[in-house]
């Protein structure tokens, strides 16, 4: 783990669980897995607290735990989960994305699952339940009404039903996930815990030839840890059909049902599982964010529209799991047809406007008939609807057409308005970074998939550009760009590619060499090796500069968390004076004008370097996690 | 005999008009007087005695070229060392010699090659050029002739020297052609640039955009589908261009102001001179830096 | 050694060259400059596009949940040790007593239910003083066993930061608003400063404390306003008093046994 992320996780940790917390983590993360009494060594904290601090720890998932039960001793080793650390920083985000998404009864939920860490659903209900306080201020304070449920929102949530409601929501869109006790336990713990089951199952059957007994083992192992994390795939995991409920244990199982879907069955959770936030939903939520905001820069706000809603589709099925390889979505790979997406889009979005047609401003008409044909977009036109794509082609006289076609308005217009959305999915389709895929099938105006892990390969590489142009200059972008598409390059094959002076564009290369986004092979000449007599061949290793870039992210982090410490000391005073419950709510009167001066310049300095904040944590999950 | 002068002259005067051309034995037929082919063998042979013409092997066949009077007048008056050099200069052609070679080649003392190659420069005979290969060596060619582009470099290069301006100019220039063909006419009322739909095959091509910049004035020098084809490549190596309808031709890259997020590069630590030595333990920190005072500043 | 010399100009020479680039061939453009610098050497500090109401929202939930994080009963503040007080700022009046927030040196554990096969079995008894008293694995195994522990329940803040709008003017009213709610920042700042004494600050409270609960830690602990430091409002109050934790946490009023 790199030293500067070991870093912003202890001042993470302590920014949001305070300095116990952070000391025992820095413990943990700088010297790996440890047992308690280690722990207490390191952190130079009494064991009682650091045992409580464990608890706090464990109770949050910053901190996995493994106990080994054979060899009769038990020893308990305690490993940090600095991913889950780094988590910290989304708590805002991943309320609000379900606030827009559900309302803020549904929000709140998730807020106190991030608050409690995980939970039985029985007690999380029975703590709601008791709730039944009216909220006072059930208008916003600053009187503004912003949407009718983030209105509503502010009343509290009273009854069970309506609580568990919302958790069979926003468990069946997979935001909240049942915990096991795996989940507890770093992975290669229960790899291994699994692999040592296999091996004795397997001893006994054949232990004839050990190489291939090892993969078979291998194999197996593989298969139930894949087992463990498919469990939560299935869509309806943790809950149960209202109507099928086993007699034997009915009585045990805290009931709350809903009727949530019409058209499925009732479903009601079992009370006795244990739920948290499944982070990784939220990290696909937020990278499709990204992916919408770069169709929107690349083609168009309209577009973006309808990518978001095909997304928004994709999405339901996204549980989320974190691999080696990035995050990986999970399910089957579906496919949503512009039929879907019809059904969902807002009508208030205009679809005709917001695409030009071709032949309406020719300025390519040399060449439009001859090539017309030989693009694969208009091969599938005209397959099989090749009508509709005439009507498309006259653009503006396609109003006209409402006679011939005999059809009642509102079938011609659902007929238009899916012809139109897929005039913005085929554009989407046809960009250089392919933000759709047309699936073959007979699907009805077509079907169409994402491949997110080859996008956000692009995202990174257009990212990683961008910072180097931010940083570097155009120049330097534009010798980054060469090298990665030509690969290795001497000084001077750059100068020619680039049609620059080779002692211009020295300084830029070794500047993007000393930041790590560039790397040199020297080949020399001569045996002898003279400086002098060697080739310079500069090459770009996307892994390398990944991690050069993100040890930047995460030292640039902590220094901006470092500075809001720094920021908050220098107010400290009156800062404590604000917070007093006395003068809280009635700053006004019991502060002077440059308190209250003071106090705004903090806040807004403090929201400056937030933000700052999490535009860098943007890049971090965009090099770390999509 | 004089009838031969007469006829050399006149073989001279017909064909020493084109001097580039090659002479094969049967284009000079038609000279003969009355098909006499012996009076034409003479002819020749007085011309080569008096270094109007010059036998050249193409192939199996021997060709003659032609040389104007100048060129004889001039080295008819060179010492022997110079025309020496004289010689092997005008060997090289478009490629020019390098003095170095030179002086093996003709084997002179330095100080004898130096004073040569100086009388035949001030003479205008010859002239020494910068190759863009060798910036170093002096190299020298016939004053007449025009270097090749091997030695020159091509359009981009003026006296060897990359003419980034004049590069510049051109890309610049191609970019907005581009983008004026990239995006439909914005309707009246609106602010944002739409799309053409997909399918749409009016991008242009590269040799598109080659007609256009020769029908452009933007500059006299004759410039190749190469040459267009390098400087595109540079605009795609920008992020200006891309490439559209399977690579066949060329399409702006849309940009919109503000649509790019910036992170860590608008953070004052993204591009901090002393990001290196910032450690919170160390003399610059987090809490003394200037940089964020000044950042925090513009609120 | 073109870089070397590069790089030392540009950082002043201080250090610079760690890890020594390579040897570049050919004419060197950069001189290197090896004479001394300023600490922060000038240069033009990037501006901050100014956040979309978008992420102005993000920032604002995110402080707001810091923020409950922070009344909770997770969040410690480890106090200075005595005597390194600031005779100022850290002078303790009655009023300081009354209405500064009560800060925790340990996190408070005893007051809600715990799944414990999440956990492992050394800090079972950390999690509840039953099982360590009597070593029953019952308390354990039906995870309730305890009828008083809840979970604590907040409400979510939903404002918005600047009511949807982006001009300056709304932005400075909304400032206003934002102070009205829970804003509370602490004195993790103090923290900050004083790392070195931390250690001493928790022997101090091994020693007056020895009986495995947190009691008595809370010495600033004394006010019994029911509104409590926090907006009362916030937590769902289940207005059962709690006879064996309610001396230490009865000032919070949002934690409940």
Same mark, same amino acid.
């Given at each position: 783990m790199q030293q500067n992320a070991v870093e912003l996780c202890t001042i993470l940790v302590r920014d949001t669980y305070g300095e116990l917390s952070s000391r025992v983590v820095a413990a943990l993360l700088e010297y790996g897995r440890s047992t308690l009494h280690t722990i207490v060594r390191r952190a130079k904290i009494p064991e009682r607290v650091v045992k409580q601090t464990l608890v706090v720890l464990i109770q949050q998932h910053l901190v996995l735990h493994y106990t080994n039960e054979d060899g009769g001793r038990d020893a308990t080793h305690y490993e940090c989960n600095w991913l889950q650390i780094y988590e910290l920083l989304h708590s805002g985000r991943m309320v609000r994305t379900i606030e827009e998404r559900f309302g803020s009864e549904a929000a709140s939920v998730i807020s106190n699952f991030l608050l409690l860490g995980h939970a039985r659903v029985s007690d999380f209900i029975t703590a709601y339940g008791i709730s039944t306080k009216p909220k006072p201020n059930a208008v916003l304070p600053n009187g503004t009404t912003i949407s009718a449920s983030e209105a509503t929102g502010t009343a509290p949530i009273t009854t069970a039903a309506q609580i568990s409601k919302h958790i069979i929501t926003l468990m069946q869109a997979k935001f909240l996930i049942p915990v096991q006790v795996h989940h507890m336990h770093p992975s290669v713990d229960t790899e291994n815990a699994i692999r040592q089951k296999v091996t004795t199952e397997q001893v006994g059957t054949a232990a004839a030839l050990q190489a291939r007994a090892k993969k078979v083992i291998d194999e197996k192992v593989a298969e139930r840890m894949e087992a463990l994390s498919s469990d939560i795939d299935?869509?309806?995991?943790?809950?149960?059909r209202k109507s099928d409920q086993p007699d034997g244990r009915a009585r045990k199982r805290t009931k709350f049902s809903t009727s949530l879907l019409p058209e499925e069955e009732e479903w009601e959770i079992d009370g006795s599982i244990v739920l948290r936030v499944n982070n990784a939903k939220f990290l696909a939520i937020f990278r499709n964010e990204e992916l919408v905001r770069w169709a929107e820069s690349r083609i168009g706000k309209t577009t973006s529209l309808v990518y978001a809603e095909l997304l928004r589709h994709l999405e339901k099925n996204i549980v989320g799991h974190r691999t080696e390889k990035g995050l990986v979505d999970g399910g089957k790979k579906s496919v949503v047809s512009t039929l879907d997406i019809g059904n969902t889009l807002r009508k208030d979005i205009d679809l005709v406007n917001s695409i030009a047609s071709g032949p309406a401003i020719t300025n390519g008409h040399k060449r439009a008939m001859a090539n017309g044909h030989t693009t694969g977009a208009n091969d599938e036109e005209s397959e099989g609807d090749s009508d509709d794509y005439d009507l498309d082609a006259d653009s503006d006289g396609d109003v006209g057409m409402n006679g011939t076609h005999e059809l009642s308005s509102a079938a011609q217009e659902k007929k238009e308005q899916l012809q139109n959305i897929r005039k913005h999915l085929m554009l989407l389709a046809e960009d250089n970074n392919q933000f759709v895929t047309k699936q073959e099938g007979s699907m009805q105006y077509g079907g169409w998939t994402v491949d997110t892990q080859r996008l956000c390969e692009a995202l990174r590489i257009r990212e990683l550009e961008q910072i180097v142009e931010e940083r570097f200059g155009g120049i330097a972008t534009r010798l980054v760009r060469i090298i990665k598409d030509k690969g290795k390059m001497d000084e001077k094959g750059l100068a020619d590619i680039a049609l620059l002076r080779q002692k211009d564009i020295r300084a830029h290369l070794g500047t993007l060499h000393e930041r790590g986004f560039l790397h040199i092979q020297e080949v020399p000449k001569t045996a002898e090796r003279l400086p002098a007599r060697t080739f310079y061949f500069f090459y770009f290793d996307e892994k390398m500069s990944k991690m050069a870039m993100l040890n930047d992210f995460y030292k640039a982090m902590s220094r901006i968390l470092q500075r809001i410490d720094h920021e908050r000391s220098l107010n400290s005073m009156l800062l404590s004076k604000a917070d007093r419950t006395d003068v809280k709510g009635h700053e006004e009167e019991l502060l002077t004008k440059k308190e209250l001066a003071d106090l705004t310049k903090w806040k807004r300095s403090e929201e400056k370097l937030i933000g700052q904040l999490m535009r860098v944590d943007r890049q971090v999950m965009m090099f770390r996690d999509w | 005999m004089s009838d031969l002068q007469g006829l050399a002259r006149r073989i001279h005067e017909a064909c020493g008009s084109n001097l580039q051309k090659l002479y094969t034995q049967e284009d000079l037929i038609p000279f003969a007087p009355n098909g006499d082919s012996e009076d034409l063998l003479l002819a020749i042979n007085v011309l080569l005695q008096r270094g109007y013409i010059k036998i050249l092997k193409q192939g199996d066949a021997f060709v003659y070229q032609f040389l104007s009077k100048d060129t004889v007048d001039r080295t008819r008056n060179l010492t022997p060392d110079e025309a020496l050099v004289y010689q092997h200069i005008e060997s090289s052609a478009r490629e020019g010699v390098w003095s170095k070679i030179l002086k093996t080649r003709t084997n002179l003392h330095p100080t004898v090659l130096t004073r040569c190659l100086k009388t035949l420069e001030n003479h205008r005979y010859i002239k020494s050029i910068k190759s863009v290969k060798f910036p170093t060596r002096k190299i020298y060619m016939l004053w007449d002739l025009t270097p090749t582009i091997e030695v020159t470099?091509? /359009?981009?290069?003026?006296d060897a020297e990359l003419d980034a301006d004049f590069i510049n100019a051109l890309l610049v220039a191609i970019e907005r052609f581009v983008t004026s063909r990239s995006f439909p006419k914005q309707r009246p009322g609106s602010t944002s640039i739409i799309p053409f739909e997909a399918g749409y095959t009016g991008y242009p091509t590269l040799s598109d955009i080659t007609q256009w910049v020769k029908n452009? +004035?933007?500059?006299e020098v004759e410039l190749s589908e190469a040459d267009i084809k390098a400087l595109l490549e540079v605009l795609i190596y920008d992020g200006k261009l891309e490439r559209v309808i399977g690579g066949t031709a060329y399409k702006a890259v849309r940009r919109v102001e503000g649509a790019v997020k910036q992170g860590v590069t608008e953070a004052p630590c993204g591009r901090c001179p002393v990001f290196d030595l910032? +450690?919170?333990?160390? /003399?610059?920190?987090a809490a003394n830096c200037v940089y964020f005072e000044k950042w925090l500043a513009e609120i | 050694m073109a870089f070397r010399g590069g790089r030392g100009g540009f950082r002043g020479?201080?250090?610079?060259?760690?890890?020594g680039g390579p040897m570049m061939?050919?004419?060197?453009?950069v001189k290197p400059d090896f004479g001394p610098t300023e600490q922060f050497p000038d240069y033009t500090i990037p501006f901050q596009d100014p956040l979309t109401s978008t992420e102005r929202v993000h920032v604002a939930r995110f402080r707001d949940h810091r923020e409950k994080v922070h009344s909770g009963p997770l969040y410690t503040v480890l106090g200075k040790r005595k005597g390194l007080e600031d005779p100022f700022a850290d002078v303790v009046t009655y009023s300081a007593k009354k209405y500064h927030r009560q800060k925790r040196k340990v996190p408070k554990l005893d007051s809600r239910p715990y799944v414990f096969e999440f956990f492992p079995v050394e800090l079972w008894e950390t999690m509840d003083s039953s099982y360590a008293a009597t070593g029953d694995r019952s308390v354990v195994i039906n995870g309730r066993g305890d009828r008083r522990k809840r979970l604590l329940i907040s409400s979510l803040n939903t404002d918005l930061p600047n009511g949807g709008h982006h001009d300056d003017k709304s932005d400075a009213s909304d400032e206003e608003d934002e102070e009205k709610e829970r804003e509370k920042k602490s004195v993790l700042a103090k923290l900050m400063s004083h790392k070195d004494e931390e250690d001493d600050g928790l022997g101090d409270e091994e020693e007056e404390d020895g009986d495995g609960e947190d009691e008595g830690e809370e010495e600033d602990d004394y006010q019994d306003d029911e509104d409590g430091d926090y907006n009362a409002e916030q937590y769902f109050d289940d207005g059962d008093g709690d006879v064996d934790y309610g001396d230490d946490d009865g000032g919070g009023g949002a934690w409940f046994d």
């Open positions: 299935n869509k309806n995991f943790g809950l149960k | 470099g091509g /359009p981009w290069f003026t452009s +004035n933007l500059t910032c +450690n919170e333990d160390g /003399p610059i920190n | 020479g201080r250090g610079g060259g760690s890890n061939p050919r004419e060197f453009d």
